[in-house]
């Protein structure tokens, strides 16, 4: 890919750390139909630490 060769790496970092963030959202919205208290809590962790690695590889990237 000539963007990640451009960039050493660091869109496919942001791509991926995105990519994680969408499937976590996605894991707390099923969990919260569910209703099952523990599988809310934790998409709500994953949810977490997907946002706090998204916003260190946007913060590393620009």
Excluded: C
């Excluded at 994680?20 to 569910?34: K, N």
């Amino acid at each position: 890919m000539i963007v990640k060769t451009v960039f050493g790496g660091r869109f496919a970092a942001e791509a991926d750390s995105a990519r994680r963030l969408y499937d976590a959202e996605v894991a707390l919205h099923i969990a919260r139909q569910t209703g099952v208290d523990p599988w809310i809590q934790a998409a709500s962790n994953r949810l977490h630490e997907a946002l706090v690695s998204h916003f260190g590889e946007t913060a590393v990237a620009s």
